[in-house]
């Protein structure tokens, strides 16, 4: 499988000159590509997207209005998502490619503003301009609210979408935006309007930006959680649980409130991990058994806390979902998940001693330990 970053390789590349070149009076085509090639091996994704920014900006003409309308005609017809990371030449950019143009928007239109978010609106529509309309909310916050509070009601998705994923505090790949961290309240008006959008796309950006100032502000979010339950549709509540998920893991008493979980009343609980020793690359069974010392049904969220062993030793605890149940008065319930050990590119496995809790309605209730041992061994 081909690095992400070959989204952008000579072949696009290629395609997104011969696009430009239509359209741009006077481009030097040849240069620019092999510009845009010099290094190329050596840069990541966004620093290959990064490279054709600044190209863009020596090579369009420096009035932001003629350089946006240029952009504009660059764009592929087709305003509903994007099919592929290439462009034809003959209709236009979509997909990655799309991603220098609303850099340069987003870099170069700050004396333009109404300009400059018209082309990220139009280049959003073919891919997404969620880190290039960042450099203008960074820099023009209140300018840039007045118009792009309009965009919740916009006929397009996509635009309604980077309403909330573009003004993200903590946006993966992108700068952060220190004001929104600080002040979050300031787009908290944005997220109300998208709270019952019809778009599954937009809700979920809608909850991870909440889940983003619940980093830093869980009182906030939990108190605008509660609010927002009120006549929640279904489609609402399955959004604000998303937000409240980290809170929720991490056992924050008033999201685990609005939810009804309340301290369990358990008279037995007990973990057990099997086999005792796994091998990396394998997986374990993790199995537990409870009973209620309740007279009355409880509402249990049940969440496994794994503590991995890190490089230097040390364990560090991340929390999995496991499931959530209704447990009767005076019953028992057994549950079983299977957790594995096979490598995957976002986690390493070191052999040691290792523990697992399982936390019920945020307070740790049983422990086990195991060892997981080299997958080469024996």
């Known amino acids: ?24 009076p006077g481009l030097d085509a040849d240069s620019f590509f092999a510009a845009a090639l010099d290094g190329h ?58 991603l220098p143009i609303a850099e340069f928007a987003g870099r170069e239109g700050g004396s333009h503003l109404p300009l400059a ?34 965009w919740t009601s916009h006929e397009n998705e996509h635009v309604r979408r980077l309403v909330s994923e573009g003004s993200r505090p903590f946006l993966p790949w992108g700068k952060r935006l220190p ?19 019809p778009s599954p796309y937009v809700r979920k950006s809608v909850a991870n930006h909440l889940n983003d100032i619940a980093r830093n502000h869980p009182e906030l979010i939990t108190d605008f959680a509660q609010q927002a339950m009120t006549n929640a549709s279904p489609a609402r509540q399955r959004l604000l649980r998303h937000a409240l998920r980290n ?5 924050y008493p008033k999201a685990l409130a609005i939810y009804r979980l309340s301290r369990p009343q358990l008279q037995h609980v007990h973990l057990a991990v099997d086999p005792h020793e796994v091998r990396i690359g394998h997986a ?44 009767a008065a005076g019953t028992q319930h057994q549950a079983r998940k299977s957790l594995s050990f096979r490598p995957i590119t976002t986690r390493t496995y070191y052999p040691g001693p290792h523990r697992v809790e399982v936390q019920i309605n945020g307070s740790i209730e049983a ?11 024996g």
């Open 367 to 377: 422990a086990a330990d195991f060892t997981l041992i080299d997958g080469t061994c």
């Open 284 to 327: 374990a069974e993790m199995v537990l058994d409870l009973s209620s010392a309740s007279p009355q049904e409880q509402l249990l969220r049940v969440d496994l806390v794994v503590h991995f062993q890190k490089a230097d030793g040390s364990l560090r605890p991340k929390v999995f979902r496991w499931k959530d149940l209704v447990l």
């Open 117 to 150: 978010l018209e082309l990220l609106a139009q280049c959003t529509m073919r891919f997404t301009s969620e880190f290039g309309i960042r450099h203008l909310w960074a820099a023009y916050p209140d300018q840039v609210m007045e118009i792009v509070r309009s």
């Open 179 to 197: 004001l929104f961290i600080a002040e979050p309240h300031r787009t908290l008006p944005l997220l109300r309007a998208l709270l019952d959008d």
């Open 247 to 251: 809170l929720l893991k991490k056992g």
């Open 1 to 24: 499988m081909e690095p992400f970053r070959e989204v952008f390789n000579p072949t696009s590349i290629g395609a997104f000159v011969r696009t430009l070149a239509q359209h741009v």
């Open 41 to 98: 091996d050596e840069r990541s994704l966004m620093q290959r997207s990064d490279r054709l920014y600044h190209l863009l900006r020596q090579h369009l003409p420096q009035d932001f209005p003629q350089a946006a309308a240029l952009l504009n005609k660059c764009l592929h017809p087709n305003c509903e998502g994007y099919a592929s990371a290439t462009a034809s030449p003959e209709l236009g950019l979509q997909g990655w490619l799309v």
